[in-house]
Protein backbone atom coordinates (compact mmCIF):
# COMPACT_ATOMS: atom_id res chain seq x y z
CA UNK A 1 0.00 0.00 0.00
CA UNK A 2 1.31 3.56 -0.88
CA UNK A 3 2.29 5.71 2.00
CA UNK A 4 0.23 8.67 2.20
CA UNK A 5 1.42 10.36 5.13
CA UNK A 6 3.29 12.92 3.18
CA UNK A 7 1.33 13.96 0.19
CA UNK A 8 3.59 17.06 -0.87
CA UNK A 9 3.55 17.25 -4.77
CA UNK A 10 0.46 15.38 -5.32
CA UNK A 11 -0.84 17.18 -7.85
CA UNK A 12 2.36 17.58 -9.80
CA UNK A 13 2.63 14.22 -9.46
CA UNK A 14 -1.10 13.28 -11.19
CA UNK A 15 -0.07 15.44 -13.53
CA UNK A 16 3.47 13.77 -14.83
CA UNK A 17 1.59 10.99 -14.38
CA UNK A 18 -1.35 11.92 -16.57
CA UNK A 19 0.90 12.74 -19.05
CA UNK A 20 2.58 9.58 -20.08
CA UNK A 21 1.44 6.72 -22.10
CA UNK A 22 1.35 4.89 -19.13
CA UNK A 23 -0.74 7.52 -17.41
CA UNK A 24 -3.16 7.62 -20.42
CA UNK A 25 -3.89 3.80 -20.58
CA UNK A 26 -4.45 3.79 -16.79
CA UNK A 27 -7.06 6.05 -16.58
CA UNK A 28 -8.90 5.83 -20.16
CA UNK A 29 -8.49 2.15 -19.81
CA UNK A 30 -12.44 1.63 -18.74
CA UNK A 31 -13.76 4.94 -20.08
CA UNK A 32 -17.28 5.41 -19.17
CA UNK A 33 -17.42 1.90 -17.96
CA UNK A 34 -17.34 0.72 -14.29
CA UNK A 35 -13.55 -0.45 -13.68
CA UNK A 36 -13.97 -2.84 -10.91
CA UNK A 37 -16.24 -3.10 -7.50
CA UNK A 38 -14.25 -1.77 -4.22
CA UNK A 39 -15.05 -3.67 -0.97
CA UNK A 40 -16.63 -1.24 1.63
CA UNK A 41 -12.97 -1.42 3.29
CA UNK A 42 -11.37 0.02 0.22
CA UNK A 43 -13.99 2.77 -0.37
CA UNK A 44 -13.82 3.73 3.89
CA UNK A 45 -9.79 4.05 3.24
CA UNK A 46 -10.16 6.24 0.64
CA UNK A 47 -12.72 8.49 3.16
CA UNK A 48 -10.24 8.49 5.32
CA UNK A 49 -8.05 10.00 2.91
CA UNK A 50 -9.83 13.24 2.28
CA UNK A 51 -10.26 14.16 6.03
CA UNK A 52 -6.23 13.36 6.79
CA UNK A 53 -4.54 16.44 4.59
CA UNK A 54 -5.53 20.02 5.43
CA UNK A 55 -5.85 21.38 1.62
CA UNK A 56 -8.17 18.13 0.47
CA UNK A 57 -10.14 18.48 3.64
CA UNK A 58 -10.85 22.27 2.77
CA UNK A 59 -12.13 21.19 -0.77
CA UNK A 60 -13.88 18.18 1.02
CA UNK A 61 -16.24 20.41 3.64
CA UNK A 62 -16.78 22.24 0.63
CA UNK A 63 -17.87 20.10 -2.06
CA UNK A 64 -19.88 18.49 0.82
CA UNK A 65 -21.44 22.10 1.87
CA UNK A 66 -22.92 22.06 -2.19
CA UNK A 67 -24.28 18.72 -2.20
CA UNK A 68 -26.03 19.25 0.86
CA UNK A 69 -27.37 22.75 -0.86
CA UNK A 70 -28.69 20.80 -3.78
CA UNK A 71 -30.19 18.26 -1.75
CA UNK A 72 -32.26 20.58 -0.05
CA UNK A 73 -32.45 22.91 -2.87
CA UNK A 74 -33.93 20.37 -5.95
CA UNK A 75 -35.63 23.11 -8.33
CA UNK A 76 -32.11 24.79 -8.01
CA UNK A 77 -29.59 23.38 -11.41
CA UNK A 78 -27.08 24.49 -13.59
CA UNK A 79 -29.65 26.84 -15.52
CA UNK A 80 -29.96 28.80 -12.62
CA UNK A 81 -28.33 32.34 -12.46
CA UNK A 82 -26.55 31.88 -9.40
CA UNK A 83 -25.20 28.19 -10.09
CA UNK A 84 -21.92 29.31 -11.44
CA UNK A 85 -21.40 31.35 -8.58
CA UNK A 86 -22.42 29.35 -5.97
CA UNK A 87 -20.74 26.11 -7.16
CA UNK A 88 -17.29 25.39 -5.50
CA UNK A 89 -15.36 24.86 -8.63
CA UNK A 90 -11.84 24.79 -7.47
CA UNK A 91 -12.89 22.49 -4.74
CA UNK A 92 -14.95 19.85 -6.65
CA UNK A 93 -11.65 19.66 -8.96
CA UNK A 94 -9.48 19.37 -6.00
CA UNK A 95 -11.32 16.26 -4.67
CA UNK A 96 -11.25 15.14 -8.16
CA UNK A 97 -8.08 15.12 -9.25
CA UNK A 98 -7.23 13.87 -5.63
CA UNK A 99 -9.46 10.86 -6.26
CA UNK A 100 -7.65 10.44 -9.45
CA UNK A 101 -4.05 10.55 -7.87
CA UNK A 102 -5.64 7.62 -4.85
CA UNK A 103 -5.99 5.30 -7.80
CA UNK A 104 -3.01 5.70 -9.15
CA UNK A 105 -0.86 5.64 -6.16
CA UNK A 106 -2.82 2.08 -5.22
CA UNK A 107 -3.27 0.69 -8.62
CA UNK A 108 -6.69 0.59 -8.16
CA UNK A 109 -8.79 0.32 -11.44
CA UNK A 110 -10.08 3.50 -12.25
CA UNK A 111 -13.30 4.44 -14.12
CA UNK A 112 -16.66 6.67 -13.46
CA UNK A 113 -17.71 4.69 -10.13
CA UNK A 114 -14.65 4.27 -8.64
CA UNK A 115 -14.60 5.77 -4.70
CA UNK A 116 -18.18 6.95 -5.31
CA UNK A 117 -19.13 5.02 -1.98
CA UNK A 118 -15.91 6.58 -0.38
CA UNK A 119 -16.61 10.19 -1.74
CA UNK A 120 -20.40 10.07 -0.39
CA UNK A 121 -19.53 8.32 2.67
CA UNK A 122 -17.03 11.26 3.24
CA UNK A 123 -19.62 14.11 2.38
CA UNK A 124 -22.13 12.21 4.92
CA UNK A 125 -19.36 12.56 7.43
CA UNK A 126 -18.56 15.64 6.73
CA UNK A 127 -22.16 17.45 6.56
CA UNK A 128 -22.56 15.82 10.04
CA UNK A 129 -25.26 13.23 8.36
CA UNK A 130 -23.10 9.87 9.50
CA UNK A 131 -21.31 10.50 12.80
CA UNK A 132 -17.80 8.46 11.30
CA UNK A 133 -16.55 6.31 8.69
CA UNK A 134 -16.31 3.14 11.35
CA UNK A 135 -19.82 3.23 12.66
CA UNK A 136 -22.18 0.35 12.11
CA UNK A 137 -25.39 3.00 10.48
CA UNK A 138 -22.19 3.60 7.83
CA UNK A 139 -22.15 0.11 7.07
CA UNK A 140 -25.89 -0.12 7.07
CA UNK A 141 -26.22 3.39 5.03
CA UNK A 142 -23.54 2.10 2.65
CA UNK A 143 -25.02 -0.90 1.54
CA UNK A 144 -28.75 1.16 1.27
CA UNK A 145 -26.96 3.81 -0.71
CA UNK A 146 -24.10 2.43 -2.79
CA UNK A 147 -24.68 -1.54 -2.31
CA UNK A 148 -24.52 -1.66 -6.09
CA UNK A 149 -20.84 -0.35 -6.20
CA UNK A 150 -19.40 -2.28 -3.17
CA UNK A 151 -18.65 -5.33 -2.09
CA UNK A 152 -19.03 -7.03 1.53
CA UNK A 153 -16.35 -9.94 1.28
CA UNK A 154 -17.05 -10.80 4.74
CA UNK A 155 -20.69 -11.39 4.14
CA UNK A 156 -20.19 -13.38 0.58
CA UNK A 157 -20.62 -16.93 1.12
Known amino acids: MANFDDITGWREELEAFEATEEGR ?3 GKYGWRNATTLTFEQEVRFAEELFRH ?16 LDENPDFG ?7 ILCPWEANKTTAAFERWYAMKT ?3 YGPSTFTAGFGLAVDVANGDL ?27
Open 25 to 27: NFF
Open 54 to 69: DEIHEALKKSAKWVKF
Open 78 to 84: RDDENFS
Open 107 to 109: GIP
Open 131 to 157: ASLHSPETKAHAKAEYGSFLRFPEEEV
